[in-house]
């Protein structure tokens, strides 16, 4: 049984003896695929979709296909003006065993190089759902690690810095290591990377880390299928708790890390942005830690009352006491002074 393509739909356009990179499409999802062909003077009237040498489906100029695996797969073929046909391929649900070649071919010596009318070359990946991020202070620069699990084919990453309308793309420094991981019927890995920015000048900076599938090798068009992630870093003079960043973004997750360095603080401040289709959703929570005027003006009232009311219990406790202990001293003056008084009056006999 062979498997069946999903979610991207897009227009492959065959020509003859022409080789093609079709996008890739994404795993466990829909996936249509469309062929364009024409006679160009070709006595054959029938064609067979082939893939990875395996005859998918055959469809002839009368408008009719046969599927051989309608199971999981549809075929149709509609006549376009100047002579050309649209065959429309369609898989149910997308999965590896669906990525390769495909290949359109006159039926009429199937075998020979000569039938082919195009050739496409479509790969798979998964999509990217989660990133996992850590800022970490080393001396006078900021080491930003991410990692996320379970992608395929082994993931890369960019890190893009923008400050004052100015940008600086980080994708040469960057360093990776990876982890194979089996989950079920296929292989999937753990991707690893890291790179170390350093903020010359005072001010905010807004760093863009994108991990994306390294479906087609070409960074510039396999970044489109990345996931993102936002860290806003603010430089400054002041002085700041010192606190180690490690955060998990996914959907709602952050934190606000202030991180101390000589006499500059870097406050980094990770931010997600969830992509769906052209649409961003961003969310930002912070959490910091502060003593402000007010809060110490609190404790200082807070001492006070303690130690007044120390005072009061101190004075209540000792109340009967001390006033039975100065009667008694008052009492022992008296006799003393009666007994002085007496001594003076038989001296003067």
């Given at each position: 049984?062979?498997?069946?393509?999903?979610?991207?739909?897009?227009?492959?356009?065959?020509?003859?003896?022409?080789?093609l990179?079709?996008?890739?499409?994404?795993?466990?999802?829909?996936?249509?695929?469309?062929?364009?062909?024409?006679?160009?003077?070709?006595?054959?009237?029938?064609?067979?979709?082939?893939?990875?040498?395996?005859?998918?489906?055959?469809?002839?100029?009368?408008?009719?296909?046969?599927?051989?695996?309608?199971?999981?797969?549809?075929?149709?073929?509609t006549?376009?003006?100047?002579?050309?046909?649209?065959?429309?391929?369609t898989?149910?649900?997308?999965?590896?065993?669906?990525?390769?070649e495909?290949?359109?071919k006159?039926?009429?010596?199937?075998?020979?190089?000569?039938?082919?009318?195009?050739r496409?070359?479509?790969?798979?990946?998964t999509?990217?759902?989660?990133?996992?991020?850590?800022?970490?202070?080393n001396?006078?620069?900021?080491?930003i690690?991410?990692?996320?699990?379970?992608a395929?084919?082994?993931?890369?990453?960019?890190?893009?810095?923008?400050?004052?309308?100015?940008?600086?793309?980080?994708?040469?420094?960057?360093?990776?290591?990876?982890?194979?991981?089996?989950?079920?019927?296929?292989?999937?890995?753990?991707?690893?990377?890291?790179?170390?920015?350093?903020?010359?000048?005072?001010?905010?900076?807004?760093?863009?880390?994108?991990?994306?599938?390294?479906?087609?090798?070409?960074?510039?068009?396999?970044?489109?299928?990345?996931?993102?992630?936002?860290?806003?870093?603010?430089?400054?003079?002041?002085?700041?708790?010192?606190?180690?960043?490690?955060?998990?973004?996914w959907?709602n997750?952050?934190?606000?890390?202030?991180l101390?360095?000589?006499?500059?603080?870097?406050s980094?401040?990770?931010?997600?942005?969830?992509?769906?289709s052209?649409?961003?959703?961003?969310?930002?929570?912070?959490?910091?830690?502060?003593?402000?005027?007010?809060?110490?003006?609190?404790?200082?009232?807070?001492?006070?009352?303690?130690?007044?009311?120390?005072?009061?219990?101190a004075?209540?406790?000792?109340?009967?006491?001390?006033q039975?202990?100065?009667?008694?001293?008052?009492t022992?003056?008296?006799?003393?002074?009666?007994?002085?008084?007496?001594d003076?009056?038989?001296?003067?006999?």
């Amino acid at each position: 049984m062979y498997g069946c393509i999903g979610v991207l739909i897009f227009m492959c356009q065959l020509v003859i003896l022409t080789g093609l990179n079709c996008e890739p499409f994404e795993e466990n999802q829909p996936y249509s695929i469309f062929f364009t062909w024409k006679l160009d003077g070709h006595g054959e009237s029938k064609v067979a979709l082939d893939k990875n040498g395996v005859i998918l489906a055959t469809c002839d100029t009368d408008s009719t296909c046969v599927n051989y695996f309608d199971h999981c797969s549809a075929t149709s073929i509609t006549p376009l003006p100047g002579g050309s046909f649209l065959i429309n391929h369609t898989i149910f649900t997308a999965s590896r065993r669906d990525a390769g070649e495909w290949t359109l071919k006159y039926l009429e010596g199937i075998q020979s190089e000569n039938s082919v009318v195009g050739r496409c070359h479509i790969a798979s990946y998964t999509k990217i759902y989660y990133t996992k991020c850590k800022s970490q202070l080393n001396k006078d620069n900021v080491e930003i690690m991410c990692e996320t699990a379970n992608a395929f084919p082994r993931s890369r990453c960019q890190f893009k810095v923008s400050h004052q309308q100015k940008e600086w793309l980080y994708s040469k420094n960057i360093s990776y290591s990876y982890e194979l991981n089996q989950n079920g019927r296929y292989d999937y890995y753990k991707t690893m990377c890291s790179t170390h920015i350093r903020f010359l000048k005072l001010g905010s900076y807004t760093v863009d880390v994108n991990m994306f599938p390294s479906v087609t090798g070409d960074d510039d068009s396999d970044v489109l299928l990345g996931f993102r992630s936002f860290v806003d870093v603010d430089v400054n003079g002041s002085s700041a708790l010192v606190e180690k960043c490690d955060d998990m973004f996914w959907h709602n997750t952050t934190r606000l890390c202030v991180l101390k360095v000589t006499e500059k603080v870097y406050s980094i401040r990770p931010t997600i942005t969830i992509m769906e289709s052209s649409q961003e959703t961003k969310v930002s929570t912070e959490i910091t830690w502060k003593i402000s005027g007010m809060q110490i003006i609190l404790i200082l009232i807070f001492s006070s009352t303690i130690i007044i009311s120390i005072i009061l219990y101190a004075t209540f406790k000792c109340g009967p006491l001390c006033q039975k202990a100065s009667t008694n001293s008052k009492t022992e003056k008296d006799e003393k002074k009666l007994v002085k008084n007496k001594d003076d009056s038989y001296s003067h006999f």
